[in-house]
Nanobody, 126 residues
Framework: QVQLVESGGGLVQAGGSLRLSCRAS????????MGWFRQAPGKEREFVAA????????YYADSVKGRFTIARYNAKNTGYLQMSSLKPEDTAVYSC???????????????????WGQGTQVTVSS
């Protein structure tokens, strides 16, 4: 049992930076694989980034690789998504997700994750 709450979304200009937080309660975030997904209006939700609990390996969608960084601070029970060099096409609702499963880890699949936050809006203006 874990509850996830995202924060840090907002309006930024293209080229700017923003850090999203995923604060967990009810359970230790260190016991979960963590992922970030986003959904733009009229589009399917897509994978953004993930981190595996067992290895701390990190995974990124090609569209954000080199610009976004996923991290977590277990002492704060909080995950983060640092976003830099933002583009208008990054505009979406960003959601944090937690997965209790082990091997294999389908990190880019929505169905892998059992728990989801409510999402936070990120808008990037040109």
């Amino acid at each position: 049992q874990v509850q996830l709450v995202e924060s840090g979304g907002g309006l930024v200009q293209a080229g700017g930076s923003l850090r999203l937080s995923c604060r967990a309660s009810g359970s230790a975030i260190s016991t979960y694989n963590m992922g970030w997904f986003r959904q733009a209006p009229g589009k399917e939700r897509e994978f953004v980034a993930a981190v595996r609990k067992s290895s701390n390996n990190k995974y990124y969608a090609d569209s954000v690789k080199g610009r976004f960084t996923i991290a977590r601070y277990n002492a704060k029970n909080t995950g983060y998504l640092q976003m830099s060099s933002l583009k208008p096409e990054d505009t979406a609702v960003y959601s944090c997700a937690a997965d209790r499963g082990g091997d294999p880890y389908y990190y880019n699949r929505e169905g892998e994750y059992e728990y989801w936050g409510q999402g936070t809006q990120v808008t990037v203006s040109s």
